[in-house]
């Protein structure tokens, strides 16, 4: 569905405007499935594109805490998943009935459609805005109505690092919050095809598509190790950045980028906005 999705942004920024051929390129940070498909409807809608992943998800080791949760699912009246990651991470090992009394929630549409495949044929509850609407906590919470679920059990499904918003807000309206790990973000290895590939990336100027500050961290970390000079430190930072978020533009102030487009949550904003400028 995710693809279907992209490939129908695709479609219509090419019906409306001239393929954009152009001299820059666009590289995707996220992580390589998800910067795959994006890449793949970036050419279709006439764009040069790059995937240069800078978070590798990993499956935990032990998974016991996982299987624990499945074996009592049903005690917990509302299941949050942060990410597309989060719930195929969750699922994987344990394609079981979901208890009916269960509500799903997802951050994101891609996230809710993840849900949705894993689920297929059974009846559950998802809450998630759609795919128009703005993709993150805030709006996710915005969706959840606190008298429905006050005084009952929240599970929120996470990678090992990310906000805290859900947790505390969710605590704060009367819920007894449990957060579970169920996958590692990391990033990936700096070998020297990696390292080719970015110098390469910074020796003319590119749209970088950031949709994490952890992945912009890793990235300037990456830039650093190019040079004691620090020259392509520099290079990085007068690239434009295309970011979704505000605290993600924020922490690409704070690390020195200047140039930075405030897309707005949702993959068809950030589509839009490439197509805007670029």
Same mark, same amino acid.
């Given at each position: 569905?995710?693809?279907?999705?992209? !490939?129908? =942004? #695709?479609?219509?920024?090419? %019906?409306?405007? /001239? *393929?954009?051929?152009? @001299?820059?390129?666009?590289? &995707?940070?996220?992580?390589?499935?998800?910067?795959?498909?994006?890449?793949?409807?970036?050419?279709?809608?006439g764009f !040069?594109? =790059? #995937?240069?992943?800078?978070? %590798?998800?990993? /499956? *935990?080791?032990d998974? @016991?805490?996982?299987?624990s &949760?499945?074996?009592?699912?049903?005690?917990?009246?509302?299941?949050?998943?942060?990410s597309?990651?989060?719930?195929?991470?969750?699922?994987?090992?344990?394609?079981?009935?979901?208890?009916?009394?269960?509500?799903?929630?997802?951050?994101?549409?891609?996230?809710?459609?993840?849900?949705r495949?894993?689920?297929?044929?059974?009846?559950?509850?998802?809450?998630?805005p759609?795919?128009?609407?703005?993709?993150?906590?805030?709006?996710l919470?915005?969706?959840?109505?606190?008298?429905?679920?006050d005084?009952?059990?929240?599970?929120?499904?996470?990678?090992?690092?990310?906000?805290?918003?859900?947790?505390?807000q969710?605590?704060?309206?009367?819920?007894?919050?449990?957060?579970?790990?169920?996958?590692?973000?990391?990033?990936?290895?700096?070998?020297?095809?990696?390292?080719?590939?970015?110098?390469?990336?910074?020796?003319?100027?590119?749209?970088?598509?950031?949709?994490?500050?952890?992945?912009?961290?890793?990235?300037?970390?990456?830039?650093?190790?190019?040079?004691?000079?620090?020259?392509?430190?520099?290079?990085?930072?007068?690239?434009?950045?295309?970011?979704?978020?505000?605290?993600?533009?924020?922490?690409?102030?704070?690390?020195?980028?200047?140039?930075?487009?405030?897309?707005?949550?949702?993959?068809?904003?950030?589509?839009?906005?490439?197509?805007?400028?670029?």
């Open positions: 569905m995710l693809l279907q999705f992209w !490939r129908h =942004v #695709a479609r219509q920024l090419s %019906e409306n405007k /001239a *393929l954009h051929m152009t @001299s820059s390129t666009v590289i &995707v940070t996220r992580p390589l499935a998800q910067a795959q498909v994006m890449c793949e409807s970036l050419s279709a809608a !040069r594109a =790059v #995937a240069f992943p800078m978070l %590798e998800i990993t /499956a *935990l080791e998974k @016991s805490e996982i299987d &949760v499945w074996a009592d699912l049903e005690k917990y009246a509302l299941v949050v998943f942060v597309p990651n989060a719930v195929d991470t969750f699922f994987d090992g344990h394609e079981r009935t979901w208890p009916p009394q269960t509500v799903a929630a997802a951050v994101g549409f891609s996230g809710a459609e993840a849900i495949r894993h689920l297929h044929g059974q009846v559950f509850e998802v809450i998630a759609g795919v128009e609407d703005r993709m993150d906590s805030e709006a919470l915005e969706l959840i109505d606190a008298s429905r679920f005084g009952k059990k929240a599970l929120i499904v996470r990678g090992q690092t990310g906000r805290e918003l859900l947790f505390s969710l605590t704060a309206r009367g819920m007894e919050v449990v957060s579970l790990i169920a996958y590692h973000r990391q990033p990936p290895v700096f070998d020297i095809t990696r390292a080719k590939l970015l110098a390469s990336l910074l020796s003319e100027q590119n749209e970088w598509v950031i949709t994490s500050s952890e992945s912009l961290r890793f990235l300037i970390s990456f830039a650093e190790r190019l040079g004691e000079d620090r020259a392509f430190v520099a290079k990085l930072q007068s690239q434009r950045l295309f970011v979704p978020h505000v605290r993600i533009a924020e922490t690409a102030r704070q690390l020195g980028f200047s140039r930075i487009e405030l897309t707005g949550s949702g993959d068809q904003n950030l589509m839009i906005a490439l197509s805007n400028k670029v």
